[in-house]
Nanobody
Framework: QVHLVESGGGLVQAGGSLRLSCAAS?????????????MGWFRQAPGKEREFVAT????????YSSDSVKGRFTISRDNAKNTVYLQMNSLKPEDTAVYYC???????????????????WGQGTQVTVSL
């Protein structure tokens, strides 16, 4: 069983920064572990659907972010620590949301933006950006 636990959320003023972490533990039924998973960050604001934020391939060599966060948010991972990060800079009130990390094991090393293809999800961490 795979478990994902997000942390690092909180209340921050506009223009500030936060770093979210997502710690993974366990393995899939086929024995796969974090270092071979494609990871993603998603967010859901009140009254809105969950949306894609950023994704990273298993080695960390390829990343992709949504247009709304590009240039402000950076996804990274440390496979030795079984952790994926989301560094969020220049935060805006519209970034307020619950942020979720997700994992997917794919046959090839690639990124994944479609939330419906991810198999494992964390419980989320709240990020609130005030004016």
């Amino acid at each position: 069983q795979v478990h994902l636990v997000e942390s690092g959320g909180g209340l921050v003023q506009a223009g500030g920064s936060l770093r979210l972490s997502c710690a993974a533990s366990g393995r899939t039924r086929s024995g796969r572990t974090f270092s071979t998973a494609t990871m993603g960050w998603f967010r859901q604001a009140p009254g809105k659907e969950r949306e894609f934020v950023a994704t990273i391939d298993r080695s960390g060599g390829v990343t992709y972010s949504s247009d709304s966060v590009k240039g402000r948010f950076t996804i990274s991972r440390d496979n030795a620590k079984n952790t994926v990060y989301l560094q969020m800079n220049s935060l805006k009130p519209e970034d307020t949301a619950v942020y979720y990390c997700a994992a997917k094991w794919l046959a090839i090393e690639t990124i994944l933006t479609n939330q419906y293809q991810y198999d494992y999800w964390g419980q989320g961490t709240q990020v609130t950006v005030s004016l």
